[in-house]
C-alpha cells in the first residue's frame, strides 16, 4: 500500500521480466540454496566481472569468493559468449542506434547554433542534456563540450565562449533501450573558421573519411586506425608541425603527441559497449593484440571488423601544452616534430571528429537518418542561420 501511495501501481516483478522475454522465473531469496547446491556438486558457476560493488558484495555471500577478488574469477567462457552475441547488431538494435543518432542530430545542430562568444559552456551543455530528456531518454556519458578540447574527456563546463576558439562538442543520447550514440563535433565559437583552424580540422577530416574509405569486413580496425595516422601525419608535415618519412613516424609513435587516443570503440547498449566485460575481449582477438606504445595503447577496438558491428570513427588532433613540454623536454621524436612551430600551437586547443558507423557487407554507412554537419562550408552554413 505504501508502494501504491507514494509511486502508483507498479508493475510487479514477474511483469517487468515477462516483458523482457524472460519466461521461466526463479525466486531471488532461493539463489543462494542454488548455487550452495552447484558448487556442491562440482559445477562451474559462471558470472560477468561486477563493476557495481552491491554485486561484488553479493557474489562474495553467493559464492564464497571475497568481493575483493570477484573480478579475478568472472568467466572467460560466458564473456566470450556475450560479447559475440552483443558484437553483431541485429535489425532491431540497429534500428534503435539510429533513433539514438537522429536525437543526437539535434543536438548537435543546436550546441551550432547556440555556439555563440559570451555564451557559458554550461547553457549549452544543460540544453543538449534537455534535448535528449525530452525524448525520454538520458544522455549516453557525460557530456563534453569545452572550448578546451585538447582535454579529451573535459567534462568542466564553466569557459565563457570566446571568438577564436573552438568548441569541442562530444556527446549523445541513450534511449530507453540504453542504445547509445556518440558523436563529436568541433566548431569555431562565432560561426567562422580562421586559416590555420581550418587547415587542422581538413586534416582531421581528411583522417575521419579515411576511415569510412576503409573499414569493411575482414579488415582490422588497428590497421584502420595505422592508416589513419599516417593520413595525420601527412597532414601535419604539410603545414609544417612534422617532418621526415610519414611511415617511419606513425612506426615510431611520433604522431600520438597529437592523437593519443584510439579511432575507436564498440558501441550499442552502452556507449563504449561491453569495456566493463574487459576491452581485451571486447577490441581484440588472438590475431591482433594491443600495443604498448603511447598512444596506440589507447585504441579500443583493433580487431577485425564484421558486418553489423557498430563502432565509432573518431579521429582528433590535439596540442596539449603539458605533454608538448615533456616530449620536448625529453627530446622526443626530434627527428619528426618540429617543436618550434608546434610551440606555437599551444593555445589552439584540439579538434575531434566522430561519426557512428554501421559495418555492412562492402563497407560502413553512417547511423542515423541525417549526417550531422560534419564539412567546415556544411558547419560555417548552419552556424550562420
Ligand atoms: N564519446 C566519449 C568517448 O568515446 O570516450
Ligand atoms: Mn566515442
Keep these: 500500500m505504501d508502494d501504491i501511495i507514494w509511486m502508483g501501481n507498479q508493475p510487479s516483478v514477474k511483469e517487468l521480466a515477462k516483458e523482457v522475454g524472460i519466461e521461466k522465473s526463479y525466486p531471488f531469496s532461493k539463489l543462494k540454496d542454488l548455487i550452495s547446491s552447484a558448487i556442491k556438486a562440482k559445477r562451474k558457476v559462471h558470472f560477468n566481472p561486477p563493476y ?4 561484488m558484495m553479493l557474489l562474495e555471500e553467493l559464492t564464497g569468493i571475497k568481493a575483493a577478488v570477484t573480478k579475478e574469477y568472472a568467466s572467460i567462457e560466458l564473456i566470450n559468449a556475450i560479447v559475440s552475441l552483443r558484437s553483431t547488431k ?3 538494435e540497429i534500428e534503435e542506434i539510429d533513433k539514438a543518432c537522429n536525437i543526437g542530430y539535434e543536438m548537435h545542430t543546436t550546441a551550432m547554433r547556440l555556439c555563440k562568444p559570451g555564451v557559458v559552456e554550461q547553457y549549452i551543455a544543460g540544453v543538449l542534456d534537455g534535448i535528449a530528456s525530452s525524448y525520454g531518454c538520458m544522455v549516453s556519458f ?5 572550448q578546451n578540447g585538447q582535454t579529451l574527456h573535459n ?4 569557459n565563457i565562449l570566446d571568438k577564436g576558439r573552438m568548441m569541442l562538442t562530444d556527446a549523445g543520447a541513450e534511449r530507453v533501450s540504453n542504445y547509445c550514440s556518440d558523436h563529436t563535433r568541433t566548431v ?3 560561426g567562422k573558421f580562421d586559416s590555420r583552424q581550418k587547415d587542422v580540422y581538413n586534416i582531421v577530416l581528411a583522417c575521419h573519411d579515411k576511415a569510412l574509405e576503409l573499414a569493411k569486413p575482414g579488415v582490422t ?15 601535419l608535415k604539410e603545414i609544417g608541425l612534422m617532418k621526415g618519412n610519414v611511415e617511419e613516424a606513425v612506426a615510431a609513435g611520433a604522431h600520438a603527441l597529437f592523437l593519443p ?4 570503440h564498440m558501441m550499442g547498449l552502452d556507449v563504449h559497449d561491453m569495456e566493463d566485460l574487459g576491452q581485451i575481449h571486447v577490441g581484440y ?7 604498448t606504445q603511447f598512444g596506440l595503447s589507447a585504441l579500443r577496438m583493433g580487431r577485425e571488423l564484421q558486418e553489423g558491428f557498430v563502432i565509432t570513427d573518431e579521429p582528433g588532433c590535439y596540442f596539449i601544452p603539458a605533454l608538448i613540454d615533456n616530449w620536448r623536454g625529453d627530446k622526443m621524436h626530434t627527428d619528426f616534430l618540429c617543436y618550434d612551430k608546434i610551440e606555437k600551437f599551444k593555445e589552439f586547443g584540439g579538434i575531434r571528429i566522430e561519426d557512428d558507423i554501421l559495418i555492412t557487407p562492402n563497407g560502413s554507412r553512417f547511423t542515423g537518418e541525417k549526417r550531422i554537419p560534419l564539412t567546415v562550408s556544411e558547419i560555417e552554413d548552419i552556424m550562420s542561420i
Excluded at 557525460?142 to 569545452?146: A, D, E, R
Excluded at 567534462?155 to 564553466?158: F, K, M, N
Excluded at 582477438?285 to 600495443?291: A, C, G, I
Design 285 to 291: 582477438d588472438d590475431k591482433v593484440r594491443p600495443s
Design 90 to 92: 541485429e535489425a532491431c
Design 52 to 55: 557495481r560493488y552491491d554485486n
Design 221 to 235: 580496425y588497428m590497421s584502420v586506425h595505422l592508416e589513419v595516422c599516417k593520413v595525420l601525419a601527412q597532414g
Design 261 to 264: 587516443h584510439g579511432l575507436g
Design 155 to 158: 567534462h568542466y563546463h564553466g
Design 188 to 190: 569555431p565559437v562565432g
Design 142 to 146: 557525460p557530456t563534453i563540450l569545452t
